[in-house]
């Protein structure tokens, strides 16, 4: 089946600096790929998805583009704010057209003022 | 507002007793789910239901038990051959056969085993 492998943490920045986590993905086909999001104690949220390849998603100043070329599908964002503090989970169906999705090990952000 | 709800956020349990979470979800999917995450790791699949009366089992599924008698409904239940059941459970659905397969996931339930 499909597999991501996410990069570990944790990550510990300082508030306004360049945020990248790093996730590559080995599948067949090019399935949709996913961001969660997960904050301290709570479940998880779709942070932003792209559907097919070169594709970019966005969403609170986070963005991620499909490139079918390196099998990557990078997180980043220009200026991280404490309250991006979390865990990031990268993520892709199983199979093609199944609803199971694999999710990477997650990667704790820390962001400190 | 549309939604899943996990209930209770917070649930302690003497070992050897059985214990029921409850997953209720009110945007009309087909799919549910129930994972499990461990301090520090990522999420492993115990139970997935694609339709009403049906359920398969998934990576981790041995100690638990679960049902769906109803579309909007998945309680899962931690049963005493659960080894080490202390853990925080999430419950997820998703519009069946979506061609995007986005899941919504609820609040969570963390579960400690005295």
């Known amino acids: 089946g499909n597999s991501v492998t996410q990069m570990e943490g944790p990550v510990t920045l300082s508030e306004e600096a360049f945020l990248t986590i790093n996730c590559t993905y080995t599948a067949t086909g090019y399935p949709s790929l996913f961001w969660y999001v997960q904050y301290p104690g709570e479940g998880l949220q779709l942070l932003l998805k792209?559907?097919?390849?070169?594709d970019k998603g966005s969403n609170k100043g986070f963005e991620a583009t499909y490139r079918k070329e390196t099998t990557s599908f990078h997180l980043e964002k220009g200026s991280v704010q404490v309250s991006d503090s979390a865990v990031y989970f990268c993520a892709l169906p199983l199979r093609t057209g199944a609803n199971n999705l694999f999710f990477g090990t997650g990667t704790r952000l820390t962001v400190i003022p | 507002d549309g939604g899943i709800t996990q209930s209770p956020k917070y649930l302690f349990r003497k070992e050897g007793q059985n214990v029921t979470l409850s997953c209720e979800q009110n945007l009309n999917h087909d799919a549910m789910y129930w994972y499990r995450q461990d301090p520090g790791q990522g999420l492993r699949l115990i139970y997935y239901s694609q339709i009403v009366n049906d359920f398969q089992k998934g990576d981790i599924a041995e100690g638990y038990s679960v049902s769906r008698e109803k579309k909007e409904s998945f309680p899962l239940t931690v049963t005493s051959a659960q080894k080490n059941p202390t853990a925080f459970y999430l419950c997820?659905?998703?519009?069946?056969?979506?061609?995007?397969?986005?899941?919504?996931f609820g609040p969570g339930t963390r579960l400690t085993v005295l």
């Open positions: 997820a659905s998703s519009i069946q056969g979506a061609q995007y397969n986005e899941q919504f």
């Open positions: 792209a559907t097919k390849a070169d």
